[in-house]
């Protein structure tokens, strides 16, 4: 079983970029095996996909927010990073980072402890 | 996109009832579904995969099926370490989708 741990800024000023990592532990990104996923959780609310990356850096993520997600990996570190620029109050949430994706089954099998991100007007 | 409609939304009952929760996909996803459990100021835990398949260490209380639009996770006899709210996601298709999520209550 994988360990995952976000870290990143639990604040940032509303129009700025959220920037979050992950590092993971007790696999290896560059195994090729899984996607490197993030996900979203408002208070009180459902879990949202925010968008995936591959080993070699090949990106999806969620249409509805494609325009502002941006992704990276850093196999010599075992982390990979995600950036969301031009936050609103609406990108509150806590945000998870998960392995998953294994032959294209893309549920999410070891999840980091989450992470809470607060926007500030 | 497609979306994941859970049922009920919370749940009352009690140790050893046997309890069914309901997701309804939008359209067809075959059998990509899965379901977690998540417990407050916790990660979401994966209890089933591919609508049916328990994962390892996830008590055979827990159970899963169900086809195409319609499916359940039911529990046979409730255990005090079971409240928790549970959550359906497809992965037929991006955006991966979750259901809003069912609630399940100590009666």
């Known amino acids: 079983q994988a360990q995952l741990q976000e870290s990143g800024p639990g604040l940032v000023k509303a129009s700025q970029t959220l920037s979050l990592t992950c590092t993971v532990s007790?696999?290896?990104?560059?195994?090729?095996?899984?996607?490197w996923n993030w996900v979203r959780q408002p208070p009180g609310k459902a879990l949202e996909w925010i968008g995936n990356i591959y080993y070699t850096g090949n990106a999806y993520s969620n249409p509805s927010l494609r325009s502002r997600v941006s992704m990276s990996v850093d196999t010599s570190k075992n982390q990979f990073s995600l950036r969301l620029t031009s936050v609103t109050a609406a990108d509150a949430a806590v945000y998870f980072c998960?392995?998953?994706?294994?032959?294209?089954?893309?549920?999410?099998?070891?999840w980091g402890q989450g992470t809470l991100v607060t926007v500030s007007s | 996109d497609i979306q994941m409609t859970q049922s009920p939304s919370t749940l009352s009952a009690s140790v050893g009832d046997r309890v069914t929760l309901t997701c309804r996909a939008s359209q067809s996803i075959s059998s990509s579904l899965a379901w977690y459990q998540q417990k407050p100021g916790k990660a979401p835990k994966v209890l089933i995969s591919?609508?049916?398949r328990l994962k390892s260490g996830v008590p055979s209380r827990f159970s899963g099926s169900g086809s195409g639009t319609e499916f359940t996770l039911t529990i046979s006899s409730l255990q005090p370490d079971d409240f928790a709210t549970f959550y359906c996601q497809q992965y037929k298709s991006n955006p991966y989708t979750f259901g809003q999520g069912t609630k399940l209550e100590i009666k």
């Open positions: 007790g696999d290896f990104i560059k195994g090729g095996d899984y996607y």
């Open positions: 998960a392995r998953g994706c294994r032959g294209g089954d893309c549920y999410f099998d070891s």
């Open positions: 591919d609508v049916s």
